[in-house]
Each structure stands twice: as structure tokens, then as C-alpha cells.
């Protein structure tokens, strides 16, 4: 898993480089993460967008830092991606 900015205002978790390699394998895991991305309570996140292999995380960056300081943040996220290694 890879978790990359998409500009000032989202990020892209991927999930995999390639949909062909491993397609419901990898539609698994996208939808899966979705999921888990959409149960989990992020401040100042306004929409998920799932595609073949990641799925883009929208945010408010104005939110994120009025959200108890951008350290909590990046906690959540690292707590997220540890879990899903």
C-alpha cells in the first residue's frame, strides 16, 4: 500500500500498480479499504472516490487543522496504514 498527496487537498491510498496482474484480488482489497476508510471517523474528509486500484481521499485542509492539530492526523492515517500491512 502506498499513500501519496494528490495535490493540497486529498491524498491516493493505492492499493496495487496494476488492476490486470490480480483483478478480483485487487478489486477486493480496493473495496475493502473504501470500507474501512468510510467507517472511520476523519476530520474534515468530504468524499472517497474508489477506482481500479486506489481509492482518493478528499479533504478539507482547513478541517484537518482546526481537527485537534494536524499530529492527531497523521496518527489516524499511519494507525490506517499499519493495519492494512
Known sequence: M????L???ALIVRMREQFD???EETLNEVL????QLRSTTIPGMIEL?????SVAVFFDPVDV???SGTASD?????RFRQSKL
Open 2 to 5: 502506498e499513500i501519496v498527496p
Open 7 to 9: 495535490g493540497d487537498s
Open 21 to 23: 496482474d490480480a483483478p
Open 32 to 35: 475493502r479499504t473504501f470500507q
Open 49 to 53: 472516490a474508489p477506482a481500479y486500484t
Open 65 to 67: 487543522a482546526k481537527a
Open 74 to 78: 497523521i496518527r489516524v492515517m499511519h
